[in-house]
């Protein structure tokens, strides 16, 4: 059981969701960087809940507090160990969690694994809360990978039917990951919030939840990024991504749609450029041999509808082993899917890190 | 670069497509394993070339050869090293890509990333004859796991238009996996074969290639397995499966469906049945908060269609940096989803038996 | 560059000596141990400074603080985080080693390593405060090891020219190692506290230090325990034992004294003993191929003397390149021997619990 | 259980004493290396047994086969594969250890951790033959090195009462180093080969064995390689040495002398030499804080005598559970230092290599 990761960066994740405190030590940054505090806040505030009708209505400031690593503003290159002081718990609200597990949340497999002896209150070390020191690590990663020239940018690909639209996988700049990374609703084109909006109200008001996709993006990798068949990109992007609860799928470039694909249609082909090989398509998104290409990095993710949500549904007490109707109370996202795309681009950002020291 | 995988169960895999030898090293396996030889062979069998139009002319008697490890056919606890000789290579066949990389092959970033200094014959340490040594650890990994009540098994779900039947989430049983896992086309539903092998020769008399989906399932495993955050079965499953070529897509249980389900849809709630916890349908294909659920594990990966196709191709010379045409010679697999099925059941055992120790 | 060690059982150090806090995250605990807190703290006094007058008179409460992993003084099994403020820092004091550093000390190599970014106030992350972390997770570590019949106990072997009685290897009980880990002073023959204490005393009038010996054992080890080649007991304990500030060599058994003896004298030969394999001595410490033997683990590490003394010292100004006198200021420890001595306890907890997983 | 070493260039190791072969798997080595074969071999030479009276006459070629990795005689990146074919096995010498374990060998504890089921023919995984691809990659790491400007060396520093010179630890050059490496009999004061052959040749004669001493060194490492707390020069390369046959304790510098140090006389103070920072003595052996610190890096590992002798020993037998006297046959070293320098080298150089990538 690790909530570590990393081989050069190593990223410990630590806290529960209604805990004393969250965080994260981050060993192997380099030094010298300095870090802009508030750049960082605010890839914070663009995960924190309470921000939107699309999120939970609890509050939580979530300000990073730096406990060590970091001298006058700078990175010193010893381990960075960060907290965020949990202020906003209502235990109350998921007393009888304890026996009847909430349906498609970790509550069951955890019960049996940790022998009844886990943090319940608000999924403990499950919760999505700890994907909070996820953005704080890749606010981190992304000043010293943008130092290098590379930019790291994702948005909603879709929520439930309503779509925004795609990256053009081999035309992306800079400029564009950082305009859809800066907005309050990440979509490309403005027109699809309305659509994916109005989705995840109509779920809110049924005391439902709803799916959807967040797609990624990186340029100024360097051609050849990524090592051996398990320690390529795609692997090690993969088991990170995997790392954000919800998420059920991970593909890059054309992804599912190769398997109707013909290799005529799928090859990338080369092409020389301003003196330089460039690709005349991107659909492997960016990697090859699970090396970085040299086109942009493209890929997605899927994640399921929250778990929780306030419709009665069948699940069982575990101590009396009978049948028990649920209803979930306490305050959750009716879809987590914009709070998610500051998270993908975290890992990912502390990931590409990892790779390119 | 990395071509070792594996915390308790270490895989290292070694070797070129057109070197001496190819095999690999499993350190960490339990001692006291009797293997059954014959049932190894039988799954090296699934994956070598040359048995089917689906795939490669190029032969290989693909014997697996014991280094270490194993007395008497007993494995001792010691490192089990097994290598596979090379017996059929045509370097000839691969001598213009040097400088002209095949599109959507590793060529090109192989090239930057090690000068020019990689074996390129058939893609070298690249090369989907690679996923040999995995099939043969595949099959030492499931006999110690069908020791603990665990099968597997997959199919092909889909090549180009042509689908199988998928497996029903909730309801797989040992003997069905088995059974699958036996034909030597791998589908559930055998009318769906020819129209798959329709799709394939379509491509192949075209210099074609085509792309798929393997769909895998996994019994008998204990309810809570997989650690926290980045250790869980889905983590760990997609780093092990992007380490097969051509892959480029992982999801579990309903995947990327999901996005367009709402929660009261996709939870799978509880009942009490048979005096035990059971779960009434399983969309998140076995796997909650990165643990097994007590449902079957469910999840598909998707591969592209081969690269290496005959029909003529935009590439650059690396040399002269000029546009050139390249058409790809040797022998080359029109699909390769039927090869893939073992390699995917595999790499899976792998990673499930390192997780189970 | 890492702060973290452990397969199983991950232990991630984080803090500067002179910073905020100072702390570590506990990764794979097992659940539902209940932990003394009470037993915890007389751990951490043991190592805390301003106690005795061989130690510097530095005070810290070195009071460890909960943050995550622990519900109602039980293991969740989630990541344990716990951090220590610093509440007595004399920054002053340090000021001048920015740029002049203290011979054998970290600072040099750091400050060519960091490129002088790094937290040089009473050595940053090189500050033997760090081990307060370690004795911490060391304390929980033997808890849960005590509940498997493990005990682990250490003294001062040797300060100087003043030596304590050895373990005797091949009989050790329990009740021992508990009994002179409970003296403030921990020698195993009460005798030879006044002469070690002259040996300080001696050293700490004239602003000089002195190193000594530490020699640890644990009893109660199944036999077989430890991994192959580099996964070996002696391998993973020299490897966390080294990471002590002030180690400088780690001998098993014999150890050096292996160097003069024929295998005849250093053999140590079985006999049955109650019906069990027990060993007719131990001067293989309890070693044999790397695993436990049966014997008592038993095996010392030097510390070299403080390297911070008051008396002047040839050094240079990194800034000048000049050579120059340096006269450290600050309260340091004349001998930090008996300070080390849980030190060494903990990380051999952590290391054999984690090896014991 | 773990045969497998390092971070970036993972070294995994097989093979059995009395096998089909032994070999190792290099991971991670850096692409267009022209490796000199010839230079391998006369490592390997260096520690092949038959070649001197000091060990024992079982003669093997260990002649190095290339698997992979390596194309026209340069390396590909791609895993470094090798194997040695073990050409001249006595099994019967070794028929009556399966049950009456060697006292001091791995065969006890080896036989209770694998439960019978380990090759015992030689000591199987646990032999000091496993040594032989330890060397090898040290061959081709050391040839890396050299390239970096970095060369290692070690000698034969004692054996029983007879010591050779030792290394004046602050004024070593690599031509001295070299020159050391090359001799038959490897110390730096040839006058002492004489009394350490005559120390060998009494136990020998008596069927007996003797310990002793290897001390190496290495120069040109750039100031401040290594890591933090557990990821040191010194927890690093301790962990390496202590996976070699027989190894029962590692110093560096003054080592276990620092015991008896005032910080007066251990620490090694700084002066401006030729316009750069220069130690005045070199008591750490070249680490501070775990880091290079510029000064030659240098250090003494201890080795135990042979367990294996041919003089009477009380054993028992683990069937009958009965005390019995065991003579064991077979060809023995009466003292495995000398050919356990190349070893130490080797084995250095990967972990140098390690922390250089």
Same mark, same amino acid.
């Not at 999120?55 to 965020?84: C, F, Q, W, Y």
């Not at 990951?177 to 979509?187: E, G, I, Y």
């Given at each position: 059981?690790?909530?570590?990761?990393?081989?050069?960066?190593?990223?410990?994740?630590?806290?529960?969701?209604?805990?004393?405190?969250?965080?994260?030590?981050?060993?192997?940054?380099?030094?010298?960087?300095?870090?802009?505090?508030?750049?960082?806040?605010?890839?914070?505030?663009?995960?924190?809940?309470?921000?939107?009708?699309?999120?939970?209505?609890?509050?939580?400031?979530?300000?990073?507090?730096?406990?060590?690593?970091?001298?006058?503003?700078?990175?010193?290159?010893?381990?960075?160990?960060?907290?965020?002081?949990?202020?906003?718990?209502?235990?109350?609200?998921?007393?009888?969690?304890?026996?009847?597990?909430?349906?498609?949340?970790?509550?069951?497999?955890?019960?049996?694994?940790?022998?009844?002896?886990?943090?319940?209150?608000?999924?403990?070390?499950?919760?999505?809360?700890?994907?909070?020191?996820?953005?704080?690590?890749?606010?981190?990663?992304?000043?010293?990978?943008?130092?290098?020239?590379?930019?790291?940018?994702?948005?909603?690909?879709?929520?439930?039917?309503?779509?925004?639209?795609?990256?053009?996988?081999?035309?992306?700049?800079?400029?564009?990951?950082?305009?859809?990374?800066?907005?309050?609703?990440?979509?490309? !084109? =403005?027109?699809? +919030?309305?659509?994916?909006?109005?989705?995840?109200?109509?779920?809110?008001? *049924? &005391?439902?939840?709803? #799916? /959807?996709?967040?797609?990624?993006?990186?340029?100024?990798?360097?051609?050849?990024?990524?090592?051996?068949?398990?320690?390529?990109?795609?692997?090690?992007?993969?088991?990170?991504?995997?790392?954000?609860?919800?998420?059920?799928?991970?593909?890059?470039?054309?992804?599912?749609?190769?398997?109707?694909?013909?290799?005529?249609?799928? !090859? =990338?082909?080369? +092409?020389?450029?301003?003196?330089?090989?460039?690709?005349?398509?991107?659909? *492997? &998104?960016?990697?090859? #041999? /699970?090396?970085?290409?040299?086109?942009?990095?493209?890929?997605?993710?899927?994640?399921?509808?929250?778990?929780?949500?306030?419709?009665?549904?069948?699940?069982?007490?575990?101590?009396?082993?009978?049948?028990?109707?649920?209803?979930?109370?306490?305050?959750?996202?009716?879809?987590?899917?914009?709070?998610?795309?500051?998270?993908?681009?975290?890992?990912?950002?502390?990931?590409?890190?990892?790779?390119?020291?």
């Amino acid at each position: 059981m690790s909530s570590v990761i990393g081989n050069k960066i190593k990223l410990s994740i630590f806290g529960e969701s209604h805990g004393e405190a969250i965080g994260c030590v981050i060993d192997g940054l380099p030094n010298g960087i300095k870090l802009d505090f508030d750049e960082i806040n605010r890839e914070m505030a663009r995960r924190a809940p309470g921000n939107d009708k699309t999120a939970t209505t609890r509050k939580e400031s979530d300000a990073p507090h730096i406990l060590s690593g970091v001298l006058n503003g700078v990175t010193t290159g010893a381990p960075l160990a960060m907290e965020i002081k949990n202020t906003n718990t209502r235990i109350g609200d998921y007393g009888n969690l304890m026996l009847v597990p909430r349906p498609s949340h970790s509550d069951y497999p955890a019960y049996v694994k940790y022998n009844g002896n886990n943090d319940v209150r608000g999924g403990g070390h499950f919760s999505g809360r700890l994907t909070a020191p996820i953005v704080f690590a890749g606010a981190v990663a992304k000043q010293i990978l943008k130092a290098k020239g590379i930019t790291i940018g994702a948005h909603i690909s879709r929520i439930g039917s309503a779509c925004d639209h795609c990256f053009d996988k081999n035309n992306i700049r800079a400029a564009e990951l950082d305009a859809v990374a800066h907005k309050q609703f990440a979509v490309i !084109n =403005d027109e699809s +919030e309305a659509e994916m909006r109005a989705c995840v109200e109509a779920a809110r008001i *049924n &005391g439902d939840s709803i #799916g /959807g996709i967040v797609e990624c993006a990186a340029v100024g990798l360097p051609v050849g990024l990524g090592g051996n068949m398990f320690d390529t990109i795609e692997s090690r992007l993969s088991a990170a991504l995997f790392g954000i609860p919800a998420v059920k799928g991970v593909q890059f470039g054309a992804g599912f749609d190769f398997a109707e694909m013909l290799g005529s249609e799928a !090859n =990338d082909g080369y +092409e020389i450029k301003n003196g330089e090989v460039a690709l005349l398509s991107n659909h *492997n &998104g960016g990697v090859l #041999g /699970g090396m970085s290409s040299g086109a942009p990095l493209v890929f997605s993710v899927v994640l399921k509808p929250t778990p929780s949500i306030s419709v009665p549904q069948k699940s069982v007490n575990l101590q009396t082993m009978e049948n028990e109707t649920l209803v979930v109370k306490g305050r959750h996202d009716p879809c987590v899917v914009p709070r998610a795309v500051p998270v993908v681009e975290g890992i990912t950002a502390v990931t590409l890190l990892d790779l390119m020291m």
